[in-house]
């Protein structure tokens, strides 16, 4: 079964400084797709990235890039020059290629520091 | 990027009443249409695929008397939660996806729902 985990319940950043968000997946399938959303206090899901599973290059979105690494299943998202409006919860989530669902990990809260 | 509107956006209602809440696609159309329910500080979970034109698929645990789903159009899915109580007083969010196998599903703004 697929399974998705956050390790990190909340974090602290300085502004202008990096971040890593931590993502560890499970999945027998060889075929996926993994992804970063952001949800702001508003509750809208604001997608951030897509990393496929056959992917060879880590994906990368302004100042988003995603850290793949298929052997040890992980996708954490690296957040460059924090800024006080990524303050956020961020989800996790993958979704196997051959199939419909979408499934989310339980959230980072990322809190940026003035 | 493509748009998802949820209308409401919020809605407060009485104990045993029932509950409409619309998911558009604005700017594409989508064959499929997903459904979540969000408690406060929880991640999504999935409670149905809404595919337009046939029955939705529930998740497990989710029943499909209490929380019907209609896709009429390419463009519409509709999740109507029936005699509605207090414990069902969450956040529920639709997506939608343009094409199969594209990358991402778009989502909607979310509807709050409170039943007092």
């Known amino acids: 079964a697929q399974k998705i985990t956050q390790t990190q319940p909340g974090m602290f950043v300085q502004e202008k400084e990096a971040v890593t968000l931590d993502c560890t997946y499970d999945t027998s399938d060889q075929s996926y797709g993994l992804f970063w959303y952001k949800q702001p206090s508003s509750g809208e899901m604001i997608f951030l990235i897509y990393q496929g599973s056959y992917d060879e290059q880590n994906a990368t979105e302004g100042r988003y890039s995603l850290n793949f690494q298929k052997a040890r299943k992980s996708a954490n998202l690296v957040i460059s020059a924090s800024q006080l409006g990524d303050s956020a919860m961020y989800f996790c989530?993958?979704?196997?290629?051959?199939?419909?669902?979408?499934?989310f990990g339980a959230g980072t809260r990322l809190f940026v520091k003035a | 990027g493509a748009v998802v509107s949820q209308h409401p956006s919020r809605v407060i209602c009485k104990s045993g009443t029932s509950v409409k809440i619309e998911c558009r696609s604005l700017?594409?159309?989508?064959?499929?249409m997903f459904w979540y329910r969000q408690f406060p500080k929880q991640s999504l979970m999935l409670m149905a695929t809404?595919?337009?034109?046939?029955?939705?698929?529930?998740e497990q645990g989710v029943e499909k008397d209490k929380f019907l789903i209609n896709h009429a159009s390419l463009t519409l899915s509709t999740l109507t939660v029936t005699s509605a109580h207090p414990e069902d007083s969450s956040f529920y969010i639709c997506s939608a996806e343009p094409d199969r196998g594209k990358e991402t599903q778009y989502f909607g703004p979310g509807t709050r729902l409170l039943v007092l």
């Open positions: 809404s595919n337009e034109g046939s029955k939705a698929t529930y």
């Open positions: 700017d594409f159309q989508a064959t499929t």
């Open positions: 989530a993958m979704r196997e290629l051959d199939g419909f669902k979408t499934i």
